[in-house]
């Protein structure tokens, strides 16, 4: 029964970072690229798991709208549209990303982080409650 106890309390607490929730930039069609903090939205929890940005090209100039999206309605739009995606007048581009504010501007292109740092690692709280867990 203890055992049993431990590893609930240990599937609650440790568990917790399942539920996934993404930040996005999200605005209507604007002629600027509303890649700004006024813009971030959190998305719905386990519903949105993907940012959408669509570049339209129009006679007045570039037009951008971004949002949260589900990852299935978001990959069949932009792969509906991928023939339209040319960069010429009446072009649509649209794109998908699964990271946080991925559908703001283009970052620059960074040096690769030494092998030595690990790239994701548990928060420390969480991380040294789940070690206690297991060892008690």
Not at 12 to 36: K, N, P, R, V
Not at 112 to 136: D, E, G, K
Request: charged share 15%.
């Amino acid at each position: 029964m203890r055992l049993f106890t431990v590893w609930t309390l240990l599937l609650l607490f440790c568990g917790s970072g399942l539920a996934l929730q993404i930040q996005c930039y999200q605005c209507e069609e604007m002629t600027h690229d509303c890649s700004s903090p006024e813009f971030i939205v959190n998305c719905t929890v386990n519903v949105q798991d993907m940012c959408q940005k669509e570049v339209l090209v129009k006679d007045d100039g570039t037009h951008y709208r971004k949002s949260c999206a589900s990852s299935g309605a978001c990959l069949i739009a932009s792969s509906g549209y991928q023939q339209f995606c040319t960069g010429k007048l009446s072009s649509v581009c649209i794109t998908c990303c699964n990271t946080p504010l991925c559908n703001g501007p283009r970052q620059k292109k960074r040096p690769q982080p030494s092998a030595a740092i690990p790239l994701t690692a548990p928060p420390l709280p969480v991380f040294s409650l789940c070690m206690l867990l297991l060892l008690s």
